[in-house]
């Protein structure tokens, strides 16, 4: 799918910075080595993006864009179980991360975005959209007996993401050598046995 907010040419320096990042970590994505990267001088670079921050922002905005599309087609399957469609929305989240382990880096780099309100306000607005879609899915599962009540569905949806964002913390932490999508599921099985009311 084509996405429109992005100029090709932006596109493809958003992908190279990805790929930086992947190989040689955030603190080495500047204006310099990015425009080397794409045999570009760094006035062309500017033209398309303004800084360094932009290009974060710009990856950020690229991957939730991709994110809302991914999530969706998850949500809307209407045979799927409360439980199956957690299972299935983490599988394509951490799947997703394995494929592109920059945007992890990206989305933890709070060092970054500590005083920068625009990146900071993109990621909140990356775990708001999660959050939204987990509530979603745990107030089904309330409504339809599956889950327990004993727990609030605001409380369940932000032990959930927890369990999974240390989990994410902990592949990062290891340089991606642990096996992330097993470990996931591992934690969201376990979760999700502490939920069943039965």
Excluded: C
Excluded at 87 to 99: E, G, P, R
Excluded at 104 to 124: A, C, D, M, R
């Amino acid at each position: 799918m084509k996405n429109t907010k992005f100029s090709d040419r932006q596109i493809e320096i958003i992908e190279a910075a990805t790929k930086r990042i992947d190989e040689h970590g955030i603190q080495d994505l500047t204006i310099k080595t990015l425009a080397a990267d794409l045999n570009l001088s760094e006035a062309a670079l500017y033209r398309h993006f303004k800084s360094k921050n932009d290009i974060l922002l710009g990856l950020l905005t690229y991957f939730i864009e991709e994110m809302k599309v991914r999530l969706a087609i998850i949500l809307t399957n209407k045979d799927k179980s409360p439980s199956e469609l957690l299972i299935a929305l983490f599988d394509s989240q951490l799947k997703t991360f394995v494929a592109k382990p920059s945007i992890v880096s990206v989305i933890f780099s709070e060092s970054i975005f500590q005083f920068n309100k625009e990146l900071s306000s993109t990621v909140s607005s990356m775990m708001e959209l999660m959050q939204n879609d987990i509530e979603s899915i745990v107030k089904k599962g309330q409504s339809d007996g599956s889950f327990s009540k004993i727990v609030g569905v605001s409380t369940t949806t932000t032990i959930i993401m927890g369990g999974m964002r240390i989990t994410v913390l902990k592949w990062k932490l290891s340089g991606h050598k642990s096996d992330l999508i097993r470990d996931g599921n591992k934690v969201l099985k376990g979760i999700l046995k502490m939920l069943q009311s039965n």
